[in-house]
Nanobody, 120 residues
Framework: QVQLDESGGGSVQVGGSLRLSCTAS????????MGWYRQAPGKQRELVAR???????DYVDSVKGRFTISRDNIKNTGALEMNSLKPEDTGTYYC??????????????WGRGTQVTVSS
């Protein structure tokens, strides 16, 4: 019923930029919150940025001023603009979406991830 697909990852040098995209294919339901998580090898997954259906955003301190999260509620897509990338930004980035179905119940869905590598 719901599938999330990320794209836009790649390998860049320090100070470079990348734009990650998330496309949600939904048969029934609506997306409430969307977010981006990342996980580096040997480390726990962390929330990078999130955005509500109304456009309210939140960021982890380490990316504030460098990353920008956005969404299109009609197309059911999301994006994460990443600028001034640092080596510590390296990791697998996952799109997350909370979907409320007709029953009123909310479920969390995850994309399969896209790799981001930042080197000097």
């Amino acid at each position: 019923q719901v599938q999330l697909d990320e794209s836009g990852g790649g390998s860049v040098q320090v100070g470079g930029s990348l734009r990650l995209s998330c496309t949600a294919s939904i048969t029934i339901g609506r997306i409430t919150n969307m977010g981006w998580y990342r996980q580096a090898p040997g480390k726990q997954r962390e929330l990078v940025a999130r955005i509500t259906s109304g456009g309210k955003t939140d960021y982890v301190d380490s990316v504030k001023g460098r990353f920008t999260i956005s969404r299109d509620n009609i197309k059911n897509t999301g994006a994460l603009e990443m600028n001034s990338l640092k080596p510590e930004d390296t990791g697998t980035y996952y799109c997350n979406a909370e979907v409320t179905e007709g029953t009123g119940r909310t479920y969390r869905y995850w994309g399969r991830g896209t790799q981001v590598t930042v080197s000097s």
